[in-house]
Structures are given as structure tokens and as C-alpha cells.
């Protein structure tokens, strides 16, 4: 079968296996060599794909119910399989919310866990690592291992953030936030320069979620952008608005890219033209409530909207930087190389917590996320980029990467490879579990 993820880039022909129990997915890592899972398909590069096979475990039910959870102690006991949106369907009309939420509602749980995940609150509640106390995780000899972050610990923060080379992440228990209702309550601060949006987010960032969206279109207004950000309403304050802003059980997206369009459909007039109107759409609001959908999931809003990008896809760079002025220094480079990207999206990460998963993304400082169509020279100028991040001590999301050179991401990671290799070591010392990305950056065996 036919595979990418999200930026259908790369893509590959391989097996695929679908719908097995846990005896006959135990099994199957007993026999062979050379696999990895796979989730909803959301990261956007080559961390789930394998020219051997692929594990699909994206309708994997292990059990009849799938995920329970517990109001007691707020602990939710799911089967990784699951998507975010089941668990946000269950649980979020009674007011009880993921303690993560990333910028789509499509991950898959185990997805989210191997990728250990921020969202619009990292600066208050870190990555999803954080908020999960147990896993069941089969390994490489096709047993059974219960990780948690005392037990078995080395294989706990391999896993969170270790793009599934570990093993399977059969079922997860997490601790899920409460809230008092189901509307936010959204500040949207315009910014008309770079300086101004990276202040303005710095200041925002005491809120329980900002993020904000940037200009990088090349242009003179390159730079200036739309900081959000926001917390959920209380009861009072939606009693007061009355019924327009009543509990909205959550939807699904109607609106559908239905084929892959032209590549030429982002070109620098496109991009500018786009950027323009969202800048002034949202220069007409202010602080407003607004749904769950609106506020963490906008581009779920059209469903398969990675086919705007055309059939070779595209690459989104993720990166996080401690320094401001090497944010700055980045997005000049952008402008300065035509580099126009058609989507920025500006956080500003807190501190991470004492424990983290080996390999996880965030650290304090500047994040930046771009979107760039596939083109001659792309990889070029992001290998110049990559060499800029890991200079400055920053790194580079794996979970939105296809082509970042192994030697780069030794720089970047550092200590933490070694300590992660030591891990993959031990639990799958012949490599079995392995992905072009792993291949690629020569994660598989010390
Ligand atoms: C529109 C969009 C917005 C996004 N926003 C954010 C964001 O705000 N913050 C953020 O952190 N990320 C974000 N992401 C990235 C996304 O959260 C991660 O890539 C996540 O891993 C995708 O989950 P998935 O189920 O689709 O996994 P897949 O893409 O299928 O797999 C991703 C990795 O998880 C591993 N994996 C999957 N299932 C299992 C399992 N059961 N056991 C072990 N390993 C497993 C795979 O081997 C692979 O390495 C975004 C992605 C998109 C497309």
C-alpha cells in the first residue's frame, strides 16, 4: 500500500497490517524485523513510515471500551489507538479535557505519547510526558512492559518522545484537566512588526494558552502578526452571556478538499494576499468567546487541506531556539532567501518540567512552525537553518521532520541520543522497530 503522513512527503509502497490483538501484534514482533507504527498518519515527515511494514493501529481496540476514566482521580485508562477527538467527544461536554491539545484533534493517543506533544499551555503545563502516569508498551521480545515514571522508568521517558522505536505503546493512562465550561474566552492582540508580536507574546504568555500566528510572506509586512490567546470561560461568565455560548457538542468538519490541487496554487501573490485578509479578519475582533474548535482546532476546520500543497507536498520546520534574536535572525533569513512560507506559527515554550522524554521537542524559549511547498533549493536553505538552531543550542521538531541530516540532529540532541540509544538498546538491541526517520538520523542501534 501507498503511505505518507502529513506533508505527503516522503511517501512510500509497504506493507500494511491492520487491526491486530495484542497476542497477534506480540506475535508478529517476535517474527520479524524491521516495523513501525502507526498512528493517525499526523506527523507530517517519515517518524511512522518503514519500507518493510507498518503497524497500523489507528482503529486498534484492545479492549471493548476503548478508554475509561476514572472522575475520582481524573485518570483516563485509553487504548492508544483511539483518536483525540473520541476522547474530547467522551469526556469534554462534561466539562473534562485533555491536559495537551495539540493544533489538530486527528492524532492518535499513541501518536500524541511518541511524540510527547505540546500544545498553547506548554509555559504551564509542559508536554503530554508530563501528565502520564502509566503505559503498557510492547517491546521488542514481544512482552508485555508496565512504564511508569518510577518503574521501569529508562523505558517510560524513551518512549514519550521516542517516535515509537521503543516498542507499542499498547495503552496509556493519563490525568485529564477540568474546566468549567466548554467556551474559551479569546484575546486577539494584532502586532504590526516581529518585535512587537514577540513582546506582546511574551506578555500574553500568562495566560492558560497563547500562541500566535505570523506573517512570513515575504513582503514588507514579513514579521507582523495575531497573538491569541486565552483560558476557558467560567460558569459565571457564560450564565451571563446566556444562550449563544450554551455547551456545543463538538462537530465534525464539513468543508473537504476533495483531490490535490495545482502546485502552483502557493506562490508569493497567493501567500500575500491570504496572509493580508486573515491579518485584517482579525483585526476586527477582540476579546470574544469562541468554541473549542475555534480556538485549538481552526485548520481541522477543512478536512485534508495538506492537498492545497499539490502532489509533492510540502515540509513543515519546527524549531525551538533560547535565544529571541536568533528567532529574529531566522525568519531574515526567510525573507532574505524568498523562502515565503504560508503558514508561521510563533510559541513562546516555558520551562520544561524535572522529567521529560529523552528526545521530547521543547525546551524554554522561542518555537517557530512554517510551512514551505516542496521546491528546488528548499532543503538548502533549511539545512543553512538547521545549522543556525543548533548553533544557538536549539532544536528541531522530529515530528514534523522528513530531511534533516543525522550528523545535524547528533548536534542538536547531544547527550540525549546517547541516553536514548542506551534505552532502544536494551529493549530492542537487534533494532526491529525502525522508521525512515530513525534510518535516516541513525536512531536505530548504538
Ligand atoms: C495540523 C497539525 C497540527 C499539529 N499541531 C501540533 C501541536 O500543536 N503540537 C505538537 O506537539 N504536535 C503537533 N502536530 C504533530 C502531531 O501531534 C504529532 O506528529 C503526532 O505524533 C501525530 O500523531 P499520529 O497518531 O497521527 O501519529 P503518526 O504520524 O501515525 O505517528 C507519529 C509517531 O508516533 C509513533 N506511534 C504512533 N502510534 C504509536 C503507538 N501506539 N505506539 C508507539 N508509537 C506510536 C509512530 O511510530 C511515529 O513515530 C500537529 C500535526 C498536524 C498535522
Not at 516498542?167 to 504590526?192: D, F, N, P, W, Y
Not at 476533495?258 to 475582533?285: E, G, I
Not at 524568498?338 to 521529560?356: A, D, E, M, N
Request: glycine share 8%; charged share 20%; with cysteine.
Amino acid at each position: 500500500m501507498h503511505f505518507a503522513n502529513w506533508g505527503n512527503f516522503p511517501t512510500v509502497d509497504t506493507l500494511s497490517y491492520n487491526q491486530l490483538s495484542i497476542a497477534e501484534l506480540a506475535s508478529f514482533i517476535r517474527d520479524n524485523h524491521g516495523f513501525i507504527a502507526r498512528g493517525n498518519g499526523r506527523s507530517y515527515g517519515d517518524a511512522s513510515l518503514n519500507r518493510n511494514s507498518i503497524l497500523n493501529l489507528s482503529k486498534a481496540r484492545f479492549n471493548e471500551k476503548g478508554m475509561v476514566y476514572n472522575a475520582a482521580d481524573s485518570e483516563l485508562i485509553v487504548n492508544s489507538g483511539c483518536a483525540l477527538t473520541e476522547v474530547l467527544n467522551n469526556y469534554f461536554p462534561e466539562h473534562v479535557i485533555f491536559p495537551v491539545i495539540p493544533g489538530t484533534k486527528k492524532v492518535s493517543i499513541g501518536g500524541a505519547i511518541a511524540a510527547d506533544i505540546h500544545g498553547k499551555d506548554h509555559h504551564i503545563n509542559g508536554t503530554l510526558s508530563k501528565h502520564v502516569s502509566c503505559l503498557d508498551i510492547l517491546t521488542a521480545s514481544g512482552e508485555m512492559i508496565t512504564a511508569t515514571p518510577d518503574k521501569n522508568s529508562d523505558l517510560f521517558w524513551s518512549t514519550c518522545g521516542g517516535q515509537g522505536l521503543t516498542g507499542i505503546i499498547v495503552s496509556a493512562t493519563i490525568k485529564m484537566l477540568k474546566t468549567e465550561s466548554s467556551v474559551l474566552r479569546q484575546r486577539v492582540t494584532v502586532c504590526e512588526s516581529l518585535d512587537k508580536l514577540i513582546n506582546e507574546s511574551c506578555q500574553q504568555n500568562n495566560s492558560q494558552y497563547c500562541a500566535s500566528w505570523v506573517d512570513l510572506s515575504g513582503t514588507k509586512s514579513h514579521g507582523r502578526g495575531v497573538v491569541f490567546s486565552g483560558r476557558f470561560a467560567s460558569a459565571a461568565e457564560v450564565m451571563e452571556q446566556g444562550n449563544q455560548f450554551l455547551e456545543k457538542k463538538y462537530t465534525n468538519s464539513r468543508l473537504s478538499i476533495p483531490c490535490y490541487c495545482t502546485s502552483k496554487l502557493f506562490n508569493q501573490p497567493t501567500v500575500k494576499a491570504f496572509n493580508s485578509l486573515y491579518y485584517y479578519l482579525n483585526k476586527r475582533k477582540n476579546n470574544t468567546f469562541t468554541s473549542i474548535n475555534g480556538f485549538f482546532f481552526p485548520l481541522d476546520a477543512v478536512n485534508n487541506w495538506n492537498r492545497l500543497y499539490g502532489r509533492k507536498g510540502f515540509v513543515q520546520y519546527q524549531f525551538v531556539v533560547p535565544q529571541k534574536e536568533v528567532l529574529q535572525k531566522i525568519v531574515n533569513v526567510i525573507k532574505k532567501e524568498r523562502l515565503y512560507s504560508t503558514l508561521g506559527v510563533l510559541k513562546i515554550f516555558g520551562k520544561q518540567p524535572k522529567h521529560y522524554g529523552n528526545l521530547s521537542f521543547p525546551m524554554e524559549g522561542y518555537s517557530l512552525a512554517m510551512d514551505f511547498k516542496l521546491n528546488h533549493g528548499l532543503f538548502k536553505t533549511l539545512d543553512y537553518l538547521d545549522e543556525i538552531v543548533s548553533d544557538a543550542g536549539g532544536h528541531v521538531y522530529l515530528a514534523k521532520d522528513s530531511r534533516m541530516k543525522a550528523s545535524t540532529f547528533r548536534r542538536m540532541y547531544g547527550k540525549a541520543v546517547d541516553e536514548f540509544l542506551e534505552v532502544k538498546a536494551k529493549y530492542d538491541p537487534n533494532g526491529k522497530f525502525s522508521s525512515m526517520l530513525s534510518k535516516r538520523l541513525k536512531l536505530n542501534v548504538i
